[in-house]
């Protein structure tokens, strides 16, 4: 995000879950490890990284009911609840590479 509020998606990761297809923990919580797809971009002193999480991105990517139907013809729609934990038993954090560029040459 930019210092005057501006926000540009630099990448997605996507992953589709189904019911029962994630083992949870003894509180209900699960662990995901996404990739995200390549891109780069120069973060400037002022800026910030904002990363969203979301049920899904339709009409972007077919949509997830989230009942575990068939995706072309499931009729039920379930909501979802997202939730990022953050604390010292459940650290989130997403990792950025950091390259240093070459100065280019005069042309």
């Known amino acids: 995000m930019s210092p005057k509020g501006k926000s540009v998606n630099l990448s997605d990761g996507v992953i589709r879950l189904t019911p029962g297809s994630v ?3 003894e509180e209900g919580v699960f662990r995901l490890e996404l990739s995200m797809w ?3 971009n120069t973060f400037r002193a002022g800026h910030r990284v904002r ?3 979301s ?3 339709h009409p972007l990517y077919s949509r997830n009911a989230g009942t ?4 072309a013809t499931g009729a039920n729609l379930r909501s979802a609840d997202q939730e990022v934990f953050h604390d010292a038993s459940r650290p ?3 990792t950025l590479p950091v390259v240093r560029l070459l ?3 005069p042309l």
């Open 23 to 25: 083992e949870k923990d």
């Open 38 to 40: 390549p891109t780069a």
């Open 51 to 53: 990363l969203q999480v």
């Open 55 to 57: 049920s899904g991105a």
């Open 68 to 71: 575990g139907e068939a995706l």
């Open 92 to 94: 989130s954090y997403i």
């Open 103 to 105: 100065e280019a040459e």
